[in-house]
C-alpha cells in the first residue's frame, strides 16, 4: 500500500517532478531524458497504471483520496497529498482534474517488431501538435489500427496533452519511431504493406474507390497541418488517396482524417 504524505511546501523536493507542468520547451527536455510522463485525470491515470506503466509517485488533493483509493491501495509509490493552492504553485496550472501522476517510461519496440505481426498501421510525419498526436492515438485505439509509426519530428505521444487528449489511448496503441525518414518507409514497405498516402488533392484517388480495406497490409501516411505529406512521402507511396469534401473545405484536421481513414480500413475484414 502506498504511503499517503501530506506536503505543504511548494519547493519540496519529493514535488520535483510535477513542477512547472506549462513550461512547453523544459517539459519537452526533460521527461523523455529522465524516463518521466504525466498522467493526468482519474481515469487516465488508472488506465496508466493497467497498462502496466510503473508509477513513481502521485499527487492528488485531498477530495481525490478517497475516488482514488483502490488504485492507491495497490501502489508501490509515494502519494502526495496536496491542497489545491500547493498543487497550482507547483505546476503553473489549476489542476482541477486533482489527480497527477508521474509514471515512468517503458523502452519503445522497434519499428521491424510492430510490422511483423500488424496488419493496419498510422504512418504519421511531423505531426507535431502535441493535440493532434493524442486525437490520433485515441481514433487508432477505437477503429482497431494495430499500431502507429512516427516520423522523427512528431510530436511526443506521451507528453501531458497528447495523453490527456487521448484518454489513454497512447498506453494501448503500440508505436515506435522511425530513424530514418522517409527511407524508413522501405521498411515499411519490405514487410509487406502497402503505403496509401492520404491527401486532399484532387487528382488523388477517392477512399471508397481505392478500397484501402481490401489491402492484406496497409500503411496509412498521415500529414502535419499546413504543409501535409512531404513531396518526398507522398513519392515514396504506392497508391494517393483523398477523403472527398463539401462545401469548398480544403481539408481536415489530421486528426479527423485518420479517424475516416480508420474506419475505411477497418470495415472490412482484410483479405489475406
Ligand atoms: C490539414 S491537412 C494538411 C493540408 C495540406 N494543405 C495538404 O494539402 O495536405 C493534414 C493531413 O490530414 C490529412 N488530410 C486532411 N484532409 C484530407 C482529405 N480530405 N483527404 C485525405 N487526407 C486528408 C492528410 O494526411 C494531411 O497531410
Redesign the pocket.
Known amino acids: 500500500m502506498a504511503e499517503l504524505i501530506t506536503i505543504d511546501d511548494p519547493d519540496d523536493p519529493r514535488l520535483s517532478d510535477y513542477a512547472n507542468l506549462t513550461d512547453v520547451e523544459l517539459r519537452r527536455r526533460r521527461e523523455p531524458a529522465e524516463g518521466l510522463f504525466i498522467a493526468e485525470g482519474e481515469k487516465v491515470v488508472r488506465r496508466a497504471v493497467q497498462t502496466g506503466y510503473e508509477t513513481r509517485s502521485m499527487m492528488l488533493s485531498p477530495k481525490w483520496v478517497d475516488a482514488m483509493r483502490d488504485v492507491i491501495d495497490a501502489l508501490p509509490a509515494p502519494v502526495y497529498v496536496v491542497s489545491f493552492e500547493l498543487a497550482e504553485q507547483v505546476t503553473g496550472y489549476h489542476v482541477h482534474r486533482g489527480a497527477l501522476a508521474a509514471m515512468r517510461r517503458k523502452s519503445l519496440p522497434d519499428a521491424a517488431g510492430i510490422l511483423a505481426t500488424a496488419r493496419r498501421v498510422a504512418v504519421l510525419?511531423t505531426v507535431n501538435d502535441h493535440t493532434n498526436v493524442g486525437a490520433v492515438f485515441r481514433s487508432a485505439a477505437a477503429l482497431g489500427m494495430d499500431a502507429v509509426l512516427l516520423s522523427p519530428d512528431c510530436a511526443d505521444p506521451l507528453y501531458r496533452r497528447s495523453v490527456k487528449v487521448s484518454m489513454g489511448a497512447v498506453f494501448n496503441v503500440p508505436y515506435a519511431r522511425l530513424a530514418d525518414w522517409p527511407h524508413d518507409l522501405e521498411e515499411v514497405r519490405a514487410a509487406g504493406f502497402t503505403l496509401v498516402?492520404?491527401?486532399?488533392?484532387a487528382d488523388?484517388v477517392p477512399?471508397t474507390e481505392a478500397a484501402p480495406q481490401r489491402l492484406p497490409r496497409v500503411a496509412l501516411?498521415?500529414?502535419?497541418?499546413?504543409?501535409?505529406?512531404s513531396a518526398r512521402a507522398l513519392r515514396a507511396a504506392d497508391q494517393r488517396?483523398?477523403?472527398?469534401?463539401s462545401n469548398g473545405v480544403?481539408?481536415?484536421?489530421?486528426g479527423?482524417?485518420?479517424a475516416?481513414?480508420f474506419y475505411a480500413v477497418a470495415t472490412a475484414p482484410a483479405a489475406g
Open positions: 510525419e498516402a492520404l491527401t486532399p488533392a488523388a477512399i501516411l498521415l500529414g502535419t497541418e499546413g504543409a501535409g505529406l488517396v483523398r477523403i472527398p469534401m480544403d481539408s481536415l484536421n489530421v479527423a482524417a485518420a475516416v481513414a
